[in-house]
């Protein structure tokens, strides 16, 4: 892999990597919902009761915790799953509990108009790390919060270490090395932050938040498994980038063989997931 030729493309207004309408977004949704839907919904519900809550889902993808939401909440709560496509939530057949509608995060107008406050849980899972307005988001999002309220927030810390913990030869560990390199400088041009979720807990705290708590989750992706099909499903969706930013066609090919490659072992990425309550 050459990887050596740095072509940013950022379309005008291009606000977010990857994309929910790619043939491959369904599949790489229900990557993460197999990857994070269990350690997210044990977070949530050690953290309120949500029987009765109003409940509010940020970029809620394809939906799956905002379905688990819904059907936590009972007949006297209410779930807002929001997204800027939410075609694929809106495919999903009705529960009676969840309210799908289309927002912006970034537009403070929409924030008011089409999502109001007075909510007892909001959560957004790998959503703030992507938009560049992120702290200002994260301010405003509290600011829905009703007293006593939850902000979960859950987002991957890309580290900077070797990814690969085993690879079938030293040149197929190295060509994913090459690929991961590029793949984290596209999402940074198009305005992801890779470690913003450590800072999460201090934006927090800055905010005014209390009970402030970060968990850390991760595992392992061997070659075959749900992180190599999501980091598949990723490349996919970013390779015009990739091509643009020097990798080759062969590399991807190579790429795809190796993510399916059990032999392949990858340190996948840590989930930072952090909590703070608007003071009642
Ligand atoms: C990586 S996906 C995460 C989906 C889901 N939260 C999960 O963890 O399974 C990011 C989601 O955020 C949405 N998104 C990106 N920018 C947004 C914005 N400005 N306003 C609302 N949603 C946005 C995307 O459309 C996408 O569904």
């Given at each position: 892999?050459?990887?050596?030729?740095?072509?940013?493309?950022?379309?005008?207004?291009?606000?977010?990597?990857?994309?929910?309408?790619?043939?491959?977004?369904?599949?790489?949704?229900?990557?993460?919902?197999?990857l994070?839907?269990?350690?997210?919904?044990?977070?949530?519900?050690?953290?309120?009761?949500?029987?009765?809550?109003?409940?509010?889902?940020?970029?809620?993808?394809?939906?799956?915790?905002?379905?688990?939401?819904?059907?936590?909440?009972?007949?006297?709560?209410?779930?807002?799953?929001?997204?800027?496509?939410?075609?694929?939530?809106?495919?999903?057949?009705?529960?009676?509990?969840?309210?799908?509608?289309?927002?912006?995060?970034?537009?403070?107008?929409?924030?008011?108009?089409?999502?109001?406050?007075?909510?007892?849980?909001?959560?957004?899972?790998?959503?703030?790390?992507?938009?560049?307005?992120?702290?200002?988001?994260?301010?405003?999002?509290?600011?829905?919060?009703?007293?006593?309220?939850?902000?979960?927030v859950?987002?991957?810390?890309?580290?900077?270490?070797?990814?690969?913990?085993?690879?079938?030869?030293?040149?197929?560990?190295?060509?994913?090395?090459?690929?991961?390199?590029?793949?984290?400088?596209?999402?940074?041009?198009?305005?992801?932050?890779?470690?913003?979720?450590?800072?999460?807990?201090?934006?927090?705290?800055?905010?005014?938040?209390?009970?402030?708590?970060?968990?850390?989750?991760?595992?392992?992706?061997?070659g075959?498994g749900?992180?190599?099909?999501?980091?598949?499903?990723?490349?996919?969706?970013?390779?015009?980038?990739?091509?643009?930013?020097?990798?080759?066609?062969?590399?991807?090919?190579?790429?795809?063989e190796?993510?399916?490659?059990?032999?392949?072992?990858?340190?996948?990425?840590?989930l930072?997931?952090?909590?703070?309550?608007?003071?009642?």
């Amino acid at each position: 892999m050459s990887g050596q030729t740095a072509a940013p493309v950022l379309q005008a207004g291009w606000k977010y990597a990857l994309d929910n309408n790619h043939p491959v977004a369904a599949s790489h949704h229900h990557g993460l919902t197999t990857l994070f839907d269990p350690f997210s919904t044990a977070r949530t519900a050690a953290l309120l009761d949500l029987t009765g809550r109003r409940c509010l889902e940020v970029g809620a993808g394809a939906g799956s915790y905002a379905r688990w939401l819904a059907g936590q909440v009972g007949r006297n709560g209410e779930v807002l799953a929001i997204d800027i496509k939410p075609d694929l939530l809106a495919a999903e057949p009705d529960l009676a509990q969840l309210t799908v509608r289309r927002v912006d995060i970034t537009d403070e107008e929409q924030l008011r108009v089409r999502v109001g406050g007075g909510w007892d849980l909001i959560h957004a899972r790998l959503v703030l790390g992507h938009l560049p307005s992120r702290s200002t988001v994260l301010a405003r999002l509290a600011q829905l919060l009703a007293p006593g309220g939850v902000l979960l927030v859950e987002d991957w810390y890309r580290a900077s270490g070797d990814p690969v913990i085993c690879a079938p030869s030293p040149e197929a560990a190295q060509a994913y090395r090459a690929f991961h390199t590029v793949q984290g400088r596209c999402f940074q041009e198009a305005g992801t932050d890779p470690t913003w979720s450590r800072r999460a807990y201090r934006s927090m705290r800055e905010i005014g938040l209390v009970d402030v708590q970060t968990v850390i989750h991760g595992t392992a992706w061997p070659g075959g498994g749900t992180g190599c099909a999501l980091i598949a499903s990723s490349a996919a969706q970013l390779r015009p980038r990739l091509l643009a930013f020097g990798l080759t066609d062969e590399d991807l090919a190579l790429l795809s063989e190796l993510l399916n490659d059990p032999r392949l072992v990858l340190a996948g990425h840590l989930l930072y997931s952090t909590s703070g309550r608007r003071a009642a």
